[in-house]
């Protein structure tokens, strides 16, 4: 499960449901450090990523 978090804020937005246990030791890392983006289409660039 990846959660989008809106800047500064502890509590997610909401979740997207991928298996991370799944992805790359690499992807994991950066997803645990977090992952800076600025605006929508970029956030749904990355999303869709994770998700196929």
Known sequence: MIGVFAENEDEPLYTVDV???LL???DRKMLAAGITVSGR???NS???????
Do not use: K, N
Request: proline share 6%.
């Open 41 to 43: 289409e970029r956030l």
């Open 19 to 21: 298996a991370v246990e």
């Open 46 to 52: 990355v999303l869709e990523d994770y998700e196929s």
């Open 24 to 26: 790359p030791e690499a």
